[in-house]
Nanobody, 123 residues
Framework: VQLVESGGGLEQPGGSQRLSCAASGLAFGVHAMSWFRQAPGKEREAVSCIMGSGRFTSYADSVKGRFTISRDNAKNTVYLQMNSLKPEDTAMYYC?????????????????WGQGTQVTVSS
């Protein structure tokens, strides 16, 4: 199983970015996909999750209304659209594949992880 994130970088506060995670080596459409982030010196935070069908999504309170998770099962790819970015969104962002989503999102049941992509929000 391989998960490869892309799309991070430096962005100004209030700006937008879209992260992508391309998956291979697994039955993508039956796996829940989730985004996590970890800032230096802080615990990992579950940001968002989407079920295999795409019908159910969940978000951490810290990103609700600003971030949108989506997936394209034909492309084996999950996305995270991040709007109204804040400096506190600065972190390494990871995607993961697992069994199911929970509310709020959590890392329980997520066994496959990508290497991460850095998002830095700063003026």
């Amino acid at each position: 199983v391989q998960l490869v994130e892309s799309g991070g970088g430096l962005e100004q506060p209030g700006g937008s970015q879209r992260l992508s995670c391309a998956a291979s080596g697994l039955a993508f459409g039956v796996h829940a996909m989730s985004w996590f982030r970890q800032a230096p010196g802080k615990e990992r935070e579950a940001v968002s999750c989407i079920m295999g069908s795409g019908r159910f999504t969940s978000y951490a309170d810290s990103v609700k209304g600003r971030f949108t998770i989506s997936r394209d099962n034909a492309k084996n790819t999950v996305y995270l659209q991040m709007n109204s970015l804040k400096p506190e969104d600065t972190a390494m962002y990871y995607c993961a594949a697992g069994l199911s989503c929970s509310y709020p999102p959590s890392s329980a049941g997520f066994h496959y992880w990508g290497q991460g992509t850095q998002v830095t929000v700063s003026s």
